[in-house]
């Protein structure tokens, strides 16, 4: 009995040991050979998914990507003047966003308009830029404020690559806020 028992435990040792060599190439079986081995299509090419056979697809008319917001009014000093009329914030003045206005602020409003907005930055001490606007001799509203945060205006460029819709909205707020506060 105990030999049989000695056999047995060899064999298996044996067939555990021999599963290691083996023809490698060769995968086992697979179950679900999309996973696997999925098909990929080159950019240019025909795919038979889609019902005009192209792989690149154009989004759907009508539709805007994720994170984007239109914005309507152009680069040009009629797209300011409409902005300056037209364009409304549309969140509530709070706490949060006013908070949230000024950090934004600080890292970038504050090196050329200065911490109250009277155009004395860092940059201008320096005279690194003159002419900096100082907001109470300015006929601004939260419209062109918006305008010039996404498109720039003179020497000031465009912010709208660093900041989000709704940032630039806060930002906006938070300089309606030191205007007021210049003004008294």
Same mark, same amino acid.
């Given at each position: 009995?105990? +030999?049989? $028992?000695?056999?047995?435990?060899?064999?298996?040792?044996?067939?555990?040991?021999?599963?290691?060599?083996?023809?490698?190439?060769?995968?086992?079986?697979?179950?679900?050979?999309?996973?696997?081995?999925?098909? =990929?299509?080159? !950019?240019? !090419?025909?795919?038979?998914?889609?019902? +005009?056979?192209?792989? !690149?697809?154009?989004?759907?008319?009508?539709?805007?990507?994720?994170? +984007?917001?239109?914005?309507?009014?152009?680069?040009? +000093?009629?797209?300011?003047?409409?902005?300056?009329?037209? $364009?409304?914030?549309?969140?509530?003045?709070?706490?949060?966003?006013?908070?949230?206005?000024?950090?934004?602020?600080?890292?970038?409003?504050?090196?050329?308009? =200065?911490?109250?907005?009277?155009?004395?930055?860092?940059?201008?001490?320096?005279?690194?830029? $003159?002419?900096?606007?100082?907001?109470?001799?300015?006929?601004? !509203?939260?419209?062109?404020?918006?305008?010039?945060?996404?498109?720039?205006?003179?020497?000031? =460029?465009?912010?709208?690559?660093?900041?989000?819709?709704?940032?630039?909205?806060?930002?906006?707020?938070?300089?309606?806020?030191?205007?007021?506060?210049?003004?008294?």
């Amino acid at each position: 009995m105990k +030999n049989i $028992l000695k056999i047995a435990i060899a064999l298996v040792f044996i067939f555990t040991l021999s599963s290691c060599w083996g023809d490698k190439t060769k995968p086992n079986y697979q179950y679900m050979p999309d996973m696997y081995k999925s098909v =990929g299509y080159e !950019t240019y !090419t025909t795919n038979p998914n889609f019902s +005009n056979g192209m792989t !690149t697809q154009l989004p759907v008319e009508g539709t805007i990507s994720r994170g +984007n917001v239109p914005y309507e009014y152009e680069n040009t +000093n009629e797209g300011y003047e409409a902005a300056k009329l037209e $364009l409304k914030n549309p969140l509530e003045v709070n706490e949060v966003n006013l908070a949230n206005g000024k950090k934004m602020y600080d890292i970038y409003c504050i090196s050329c308009h =200065g911490k109250t907005g009277a155009g004395d930055g860092v940059l201008v001490q320096r005279d690194k830029f $003159l002419g900096i606007p100082n907001y109470k001799d300015r006929e601004i !509203t939260e419209g062109s404020i918006y305008h010039v945060i996404m498109h720039g205006r003179n020497l000031m =460029g465009s912010h709208a690559s660093q900041l989000t819709a709704k940032e630039r909205w806060q930002v906006t707020m938070y300089v309606q806020q030191l205007r007021t506060e210049l003004l008294k």
